[in-house]
């Protein structure tokens, strides 16, 4: 875990160095190169000619923020450095419930709101606000819990797998109401119940994840060994995926062939 490599460092600028090489360097080269990469590719594939030159110089005076799935590491290299550059001190772990009550009110009030300010300063790491007090939260408990803490009771998983399903099932029966072109605009902007269900379903649904996920790595012993170099390797796919993803999107066109198989 990320904060908790912290600890396993001799000095906060041998994590701070580990970190940039790790996230911050594949960002910044996914965000220049990745994007006209994708263009490349398809125009290639579909037999047009293409200059990689002009395609790069287009997307270079655009971008204006992180492109693409690196979205993620950018925003956890911000929390990795915040957390790097304040005192590490002694805190207590922040009680489940309130976080979690915390979290959704939080999430439903910037949805709802919608403030264009937040909006702007968030919109470099392309992080949508209503989100971002979920991936606080998250990284928060990830940071402070340790591996013999126990984030997730049966209580708390029971409590939040319910809430997860009766929000979901409540949700769904929402939007099966609404016009398919009035969903997004419903969801932003307005304080009804169709944004504050969406705000409960997605954070407890998140929580009850990733705690699942890290109960699963502190208590089974296959989980938390080491697998050779799959980390790195998975890494590298989660970097290149896009690209590959587009390329055969694109070479699949010409396939006929339904939506359904060529998904498969």
């Known amino acids: 875990m990320s904060a908790q490599s912290l600890k396993r460092k001799t000095s906060v600028a041998g ?3 580990t970190k940039w090489l790790k996230l911050g360097v594949p960002v910044v080269v996914y965000t220049i190169f990745g994007p006209p990469a994708i263009v490349v590719v398809a125009r290639v594939l579909r037999g047009q000619s293409v200059d990689f030159l002009s395609v ?3 997307h270079l005076k655009g971008t204006r923020s992180v492109k693409g799935p690196l979205w993620y590491p950018a925003l956890l290299l911000v929390f990795d450095t915040t957390h790097a550059l304040l005192p590490q001190l002694s805190m207590p772990i922040p009680g489940f ?3 979690t009550l915390l979290t959704i009110s939080s999430s439903f009030l910037l949805q709802a709101a919608n403030p264009l300010h937040l909006n702007a300063l968030l919109a470099p790491l392309s992080v949508q606000p209503a989100y971002f007090p979920q991936y606080t939260a998250a990284y928060i408990l990830g940071a402070l819990s340790t591996p013999a803490s126990t984030l997730l009771t049966p209580a708390r998983r029971n409590t939040l797998f319910s809430t997860s399903i009766l929000s979901g099932t409540y949700l769904g029966y929402l939007l099966r109401h609404l016009p398919s072109h009035d969903i997004i605009s419903s969801l932003t902007g307005h304080y ?3 944004t504050l269900t969406y705000a409960i379903w997605n954070n407890t649904t998140g929580l009850l994840l990733g705690s699942s996920l890290l109960a ?3 208590e089974k012993e296959w989980a938390g060994r080491r697998w050779g170099s799959m980390g790195r390797y998975s890494y590298a796919a989660f970097l290149v995926h896009p690209i590959v993803c587009v390329g055969i999107c ?8 339904s939506g359904l198989v060529k998904t498969g």
């Open 250 to 257: 694109v070479a699949a066109e010409r396939w006929r062939a």
């Open 192 to 194: 009804n119940t169709l």
């Open 15 to 17: 994590f701070m160095e």
């Open 216 to 218: 699963l790595f502190e």
């Open 56 to 58: 790069l110089v287009s």
């Open 97 to 99: 419930w309130p976080t």
